[in-house]
């Protein structure tokens, strides 16, 4: 029987209205959380246009487990990577 490994990725996006409680802003505040779930336990990344409506903001680690924190600039280039495509959509 083959050795098997597998990754999840779960990508939430929402649209929170104006003066929402978790930004304040007058405008709507997209919101994206992205969760990897690896064998070796999760990591969960946040991204949102807060500031500047339609244009994103760098991609945030929403906490990462220990045993993947070595990993952290590969996941966040894999953020970066799903977040480029959703560009347009």
Do not use: S
């Not at 304040?24 to 969960?44: C, N």
């Not at 807060?50 to 903001?57: A, E, K, L, S, V």
């Amino acid at each position: 029987m083959p050795d098997a490994r597998h990754l999840t990725i779960h990508l939430r996006q929402e649209t929170l209205p104006p003066h929402d409680p978790a930004h304040g802003t007058q405008h709507p505040m997209v919101r994206r959380t992205l969760t990897f779930e690896l064998p070796e336990g999760r990591a969960q990344w946040e991204q949102t246009d807060y500031g500047h409506p339609g244009r994103f903001n760098p991609w945030d680690p929403r906490g990462i487990d220990p045993k993947l924190q070595p990993r952290t600039a590969q996941l966040r280039a894999a953020a970066e990577a799903i977040g480029a495509l959703l560009e347009g959509t």
